[in-house]
């Protein structure tokens, strides 16, 4: 079965440093998104992309957060500069049409 | 504006017994309502989702959730709980039409005592 993959599973950056986190989402599907989870809270939407742009965004995605689909299969988001606050787990999903969203396992980044 | 309350952080069940974590919603037009279940240390993945037609729905493993339009409720049941139904479940929403992005609950962590 299809699947959503990401990679790192877990990141450890100094405050202040770029990351890029990288997703894989499922080949055939058109909506993709990113969703973060601070520890012990619950999941908050960041953004979507469709169509090669983004359609939607949360208070939280700020200058600091870009998203990118830089070929045909991956679909990255960048911090350009990470704080503390930053620390959670990154997922990433991906849907077929604006129904049902499939999710990846997660990277954990760590900021300190 | 779109939000979801499920009442109990943590729920505890015994192995063999009826399991029932609820959920509420509140939102401006039918939404569209899932429940997602995370495993210790894994993603999230979908249990079974309510869009159009029966309003009892059932998911994997064994799970149902009745879509209750009057109470604004999409409470989530299993008959017989399983050791291997604890993890912490989320239900969450979105709007049909437009913005689609998820509102999750605060989770609720199911406990199975054996």
């Known amino acids: 079965e299809p699947e959503v993959t990401q990679t790192p599973s877990h990141q450890v950056t100094q405050m202040g440093q770029e990351v890029i986190l990288r997703c894989v989402p499922i080949s055939n599907h058109l909506y993709f998104y990113w969703y973060r989870q601070i520890l012990g809270q619950k999941v908050e939407f960041l953004v979507s992309f469709y169509n090669n742009e983004i359609s939607e965004k949360s208070e939280i995605f700020d200058d600091q957060f870009s998203v990118e689909r830089p070929d045909g299969s991956n679909f990255t988001l960048k911090i350009r500069s990470t704080k503390l606050e930053d620390s959670a787990m990154y997922f990433c999903a991906s849907s077929y049409s604006e129904e049902t969203q499939y999710f990846g396992p997660g990277t954990r980044l760590l900021v300190l | 504006a779109q939000s979801v309350t499920q009442l109990g952080s943590h729920v505890s069940v015994s192995e063999g017994a009826l399991v029932l974590l609820r959920c509420n919603y509140s939102s401006s037009v039918p939404p569209y309502l899932f429940w997602y279940v995370q495993y210790p240390n894994q993603g999230l993945q979908l249990l079974l989702k309510?869009?159009?037609?029966?309003?009892l729905v059932k998911g994997i493993n064994g799970f149902e959730a009745e879509f209750k339009k009057s109470e604004t409720s999409f409470h989530l049941t299993k008959p017989s709980a399983h050791m291997s139904d604890a993890a912490e479940y989320f239900c969450a929403v979105t709007l049909r039409t437009g913005a689609n992005n998820l509102f999750f609950g605060t989770g609720t962590r199911l406990t199975v005592i054996p």
């Open positions: 309510y869009t159009t037609g029966a309003t």
